[in-house]
């Protein structure tokens, strides 16, 4: 009995799972397009990045970073391959949806919701491989792994001085770990498990070297990101009050270098940008901390791989 039951509940699982994320697909499939970055105003789109910049910077420094690197070595080929990507995600999202309004027996229910889990995978998995493009695919992920290679070479470098610092503050508590830590663990555990400890320690030295040198590196990075997107908040600040031509009694002229106020401007955001940082020890106030845990994902990944690398 318990063996028939595992494949009935993991097939009500699955399908309580089918039903929950769907509508949550369908609302981002017609929310993301309505607010999309391409329909907003040349200034807006400045200011968000500027704001991101600003606000962001050291929460992740080499996430921005790549982005950077990417400015100069590939983003074209970079958007143009998410751009192919985004297009075979979209078409099989839409065949998706046709097969599973499918009723090819005529019987009033969906085949979809008459399968087991197993051939519902099996049933997906065939739809993709007819319906996806496979040289186009291959195409881009050749680019993106392409632009990765230049940006990781570009960050192994920007990065050095982190890494080397990381491997230092290692060797400086690997030292005293191993003279004064290791041989009171030793007694505690067992005799048998004395080996592990010199290893473990170590693993644990290193760990909190590379969190001690990366929060080193926050800092320097937003300080850089919260002037660059200071001086970016300013300018499309600026840009904006020229466009609706409100000229603040005459402190806004319509050439900025015949004004201080961009300057002006960029300090203060810059200093408000760096102070709400460093207040939050740069980590995420909920709930961006949830809406944003992919790009934590992206930036806990490329710090592994430019440390790899290293």
């Avoid at 600003?54 to 998410?82: D, N, S, W």
């Avoid at 085949?111 to 998995?125: G, H, N, P």
């Avoid at 320097?220 to 840009?239: C, I, N, P, V």
């Avoid at 845990?293 to 430019?306: A, D, G, Q, R, T």
Wanted: charged share 20%; aromatic share 12%.
């Amino acid at each position: 009995m318990a063996s028939r039951s595992l494949p009935n509940n993991a097939g009500s699982i699955a399908k309580t799972l089918t039903t929950v994320a769907k509508p949550v697909f369908e609302t981002l499939m017609v929310v993301l397009p309505i607010v999309s970055f391409q329909k907003l105003p040349q200034n807006a789109l400045l200011f968000l990045y500027g704001f991101v910049f600003c606000f962001f910077g050291g929460t992740f420094p080499t996430l921005f970073a790549a982005i950077q690197a990417a400015e100069y070595g590939g983003r074209e080929a970079f958007v143009k391959a998410i751009g192919d990507l985004s297009d075979e995600a979209l078409i099989i999202i839409e065949e998706s949806k046709k097969d599973n309004d499918e009723d090819k027996n005529n019987d009033g229910k969906k085949d979809v919701d008459q399968i087991s889990s197993s051939e519902f995978m099996a049933r997906k998995t065939k739809l993709v491989l007819r319906k996806m493009n496979p040289e186009k695919v291959d195409t881009a992920m050749a680019s993106l792994y392409k632009v990765w290679l230049s940006v990781a070479a570009v960050l192994s470098i920007q990065f050095a001085r982190t890494i080397s610092m990381a491997l230092a503050i290692a060797d400086f508590l690997k030292k005293p770990c191993d003279r004064f830590i290791s041989p009171t663990i030793e007694v505690v555990v067992p005799d048998e498990y004395d080996k592990w400890v010199p290893t473990i320690l170590a693993w644990i030295t290193k760990a909190i070297a590379v969190s001690i040198a990366w929060y080193i590196q926050s800092i320097m990075s937003a300080t850089a990101s919260a002037l660059k997107g200071g001086m970016m908040m300013a300018r499309a600040f600026y840009q904006f009050c020229i466009h609706r031509n409100l000229k603040l009694g005459g402190l806004i002229p319509d050439d900025h270098r015949q004004s201080v106020i961009d300057e002006v401007l960029s300090y203060v955001f810059a200093s408000l940008g760096f102070y709400v940082q460093f207040k939050l020890r740069f980590n995420l106030p909920f709930p961006l901390n949830l809406l944003l845990w992919p790009f934590h994902l992206v930036e806990y990944y490329i710090k592994w791989s430019i440390t790899k690398m290293a």
